[in-house]
């Protein structure tokens, strides 16, 4: 039998593993694409807050090249991995809620918030603050840049996902995807975005869209019905 458990508990259970279980996803030459894609839009030196930094992947590659970097995760797990992984660098890895980010306002030149992890909220209006607590700490004119996949593919799978991946008692789009652990079977909370979702919380944090990509490239343009990605570059302000 299924258990259902909220990401945080999950990302708990599997950091020692996280590396191994997800290497396809989480390997070198992925995040150095995802970084050269980061650093393009940033400016030298930048003081970034890595918003559900996970393992802390982006947070050191971007230390590494002379960015000040902060990450946060929700999950105690995945804050102690990061800080083991950093350990030849000074990054503050801290545990906390991207609803309620723990810093003042207008400290950060940029916030990111990579790898779907915006979909891992529970709540529509809990998401939105999200999105507004980054605006937040970003100084005025800085960069806040949200990773998610188009919202298009999960529209066009929408009987499939009602039927079989339905989260219990969510709101619209509330899914769950299935992973093993040992022998336990898990179901996990994720939430597919409408694009009107995307939208509303963006106003509602005064960010203006300066560019949405199809992939982490400069070339890779936003193609709604084709696109893998949905990932967008806004401006605060």
């Given at each position: 039998m299924n258990?259902?458990?909220?990401?945080?508990?999950?990302?708990?259970?599997?950091?020692?593993?996280?590396?191994?279980?997800y290497v396809n996803f989480v390997n070198p030459s992925r995040t150095e694409k995802q970084v050269v894609f980061i650093k393009e839009h940033l400016a030298p030196c930048s003081i970034i807050l890595d918003v559900a930094c996970g393992n802390g992947r982006h947070s050191i590659e971007l230390a590494k090249r002379n960015f000040s970097v902060t990450g946060l995760d929700i999950a105690k797990g995945m804050i102690l991995l990061a800080r083991r992984k950093a350990c030849v660098f000074r990054i503050p890895f801290v545990v906390g809620d991207m609803v309620h980010l723990p810093f003042r306002s207008s400290t950060f030149d940029a916030a990111i918030c990579m790898w779907n992890s915006l979909q891992d909220v529970l709540g529509v209006a809990q998401r939105k603050i999200a999105v507004q607590e980054m605006s937040r700490v970003v100084k005025q004119g800085g960069t806040v840049l949200i990773d998610l996949p188009n919202p298009y593919w999960a529209q066009k799978s929408r009987k499939h996902l009602e039927e079989k991946f339905r989260w219990p008692g969510g709101e619209d789009r509330d899914y769950c995807f299935e992973e093993r652990v040992g022998n336990e079977r898990f179901r996990v909370f994720l939430h597919y975005f409408s694009h009107q979702e995307i939208e509303d919380a963006l106003v509602?944090?005064?960010?203006?869209?300066?560019?949405?990509?199809?992939?982490?490239?400069?070339?890779?343009?936003?193609?709604?019905?084709?696109?893998?990605?949905?990932?967008?570059?806004?401006?605060?302000?």
């Open positions: 258990k259902y458990l909220v990401p945080r508990d999950f990302y708990n259970l599997i950091a020692d593993s996280y590396d191994k279980r509602a944090a005064d960010l203006r869209v300066i560019e949405r990509y199809g992939d982490y490239s400069l070339d890779a343009k936003f193609l709604s019905n084709e696109s893998e990605k949905c990932i967008i570059v806004a401006e605060k302000g």
